[in-house]
Each structure stands twice: as structure tokens, then as C-alpha cells.
């Protein structure tokens, strides 16, 4: 029995025999890291779903203790004393099924900073001529705080080229070219729009919420450790094909052909072709 599987010391099984002992633990590896980024979702989720429920009962907060915008604060009430200033549409927002777009003003507060603030929502193509204008002098605000967006999350357009007083994306990497004042890398949209128009429901942060890329996580752990079984599955096939190659070389039912690494050539296990003997 021994014998049979001597050419397991052969430098060809020895090197299948490296890969196999090295890719069963990287896939492993792998399966769990993606398994854990699973589970950090879910647990970011259920995080953002209490501090949603929180944030109705919680008081409003100063702005300046809420920053910045975490996991932990996005949704929480803030409140916030300035003037209004710049004011700007945000196109391509739907709202109850319905397409619209938002209406951003920047509320100047001090140190020259300047918070953008969703007043409210309005149906249709984006026309500065039904915006509501901003209520003039010293205001306070309270609303919903809320991260800088990124353009192809949580319905934000990447479409680029828009008409001079409008942002496709409610950041300051986006607002800091379109406004005279420096924005916070943050934003609030009003517990109650102003008149005429609809309130802007906060919205959950970037990566918490179970969405596809949560479920793309699990199906990539499975994946990972589907390649573990079926590099295990393949050593064993590739181990019980040697065996009964060399135990029929062993009965002569086929020549045992092998090189000097012990590799058996291609065209084992076919009878060589007779020799024509030399004519006399």
C-alpha cells in the first residue's frame, strides 16, 4: 500500500500539496473577512435604526457638539442660529414616489462658516422662479443632521453640467465652488419644511443599512468558502485518479510512462506503438 502512494514525494504532488495546504486557509481567511463585513452592517444598521428612534424624543443640540457627522449623530437633532444666504436647488429627488427637487439654502452662522439647510421639497423640474425664498434676519434652525452625500448613494445623481444655481450632490467638496462662504462638511434638513413646501425625512448613513452591497458581503462568504470545498475536492480526485493509474500500471493493464520528476507523459496509459523490426 506503501508503494501506491510513493508518488505523493514526487515534486509535482508536492507542489499541488503546497497550493492545497496554502488556499484552504486563504479562502477561510477570506470567507470570515467577509462574513465580518456582514455582521458590521447589520450591527451599523440596528445602530442607525435606534439612533432614528432616539433622535424624535432627544432635545436639539448645538451644532458645534454634534460635529462631526458619525454613525452615532447622523439623524440626531441639532439646532443652529445664523442668517440665510446663498440658496440653491438640488434636482432629481423623489419623495412619496413623486420626482422633485430639493430646495438648499446656506444658513450663515458664526466664524464666516455657512451650514447648508434643506427648507423643503418641491415637485416637478427644478425652477428657482417656485422656491420659496428664505426668511430674512437673525433665524434658528432645528433639524435633522446629516453627512456630506456622495454622488450614486442614497439617490444622489452623478449626472454633472447642471445649470448655475444647482448641486447634484449636498457636500462641501460640491458647494465649496458654488457658494462664497466655506461650508461645513455637514448638512440639516428642517423638522418642518417652510411654507408651500414638504419636509425631507433624514436620510441613514452610507453604509449601514442592509442594501445590496450588505447581501453582496454574503454571497462573497459563500463564494469563499465554496472554493475551500472545491479545492479539497479536486486534491481528492486528483489523488484517486493516481492511485488507480498506478495500481493498473502495477496489473500491467497500462504502462507505468513516467519522466525523470515522476510525471506520468500524456499519452500514458495507450500501448506504445510496435517498433518495425529492420529489414535484413
Known amino acids: 500500500m506503501e508503494g501506491v502512494y510513493r508518488f505523493l514525494l514526487t515534486p509535482r504532488w508536492w507542489g499541488i500539496n503546497v497550493f492545497v495546504l496554502l488556499a484552504i486557509p486563504f479562502c477561510i481567511f477570506m470567507g470570515s473577512w467577509q462574513l465580518g463585513r456582514f455582521e458590521d452592517r447589520v450591527r451599523d444598521h440596528r445602530t442607525a435604526d435606534a439612533a432614528a428612534s432616539t433622535a424624535k424624543t432627544d432635545p436639539a443640540r448645538p451644532l458645534a457638539g454634534m460635529l462631526p457627522v458619525t454613525t452615532r449623530t447622523s439623524g440626531k437633532q441639532t439646532t443652529a442660529k445664523g442668517r440665510y444666504g446663498k440658496q440653491l436647488l438640488v434636482p432629481g429627488r423623489e419623495l412619496d414616489g413623486r420626482s422633485g427637487y430639493y430646495v438648499l439654502t446656506l444658513l450663515r452662522v458664526d466664524g464666516g462658516k455657512a451650514l447648508p439647510v434643506v427648507r423643503g421639497w418641491l415637485p416637478g423640474a427644478a425652477d428657482p422662479a417656485k422656491a420659496p425664498a428664505a426668511p430674512a434676519g437673525e433665524v434658528t434652525v432645528t433639524g435633522a443632521l446629516q453627512a456630506s452625500e456622495s454622488p450614486g448613494s442614497n439617490g444622489v445623481s452623478t449626472v454633472g453640467g447642471l ?31 417652510d411654507t408651500g413646501m414638504k419636509t425631507v425625512p433624514p436620510t441613514a448613513p452610507d453604509n449601514t ?71 535484413a
Request: without cysteine.
Open 163 to 193: 445649470p448655475p444655481g444647482q448641486t447634484a450632490a449636498i457636500s462641501s467638496a460640491s458647494l465649496v465652488n458654488l457658494v462664497p462662504y466655506i461650508p461645513y462638511d455637514a448638512w440639516i434638513t428642517l423638522d418642518k419644511a
Open 209 to 279: 443599512g442592509l442594501d445590496l452591497k450588505a447581501f453582496q458581503n454574503l454571497g462573497y462568504t459563500g463564494e469563499w468558502f465554496v472554493f475551500a470545498g472545491f479545492v479539497v475536492f479536486m486534491w481528492f480526485r486528483l489523488l484517486r485518479r493516481e492511485v488507480e493509474f498506478v495500481r493498473d500500471a502495477e496489473l500491467g493493464l497500462v504502462p507505468d510512462v513516467r519522466d525523470a520528476g515522476g510525471k506520468r507523459s500524456e499519452d500514458a496509459g495507450t500501448a506504445a506503438p510496435a517498433t518495425p523490426s529492420a529489414s
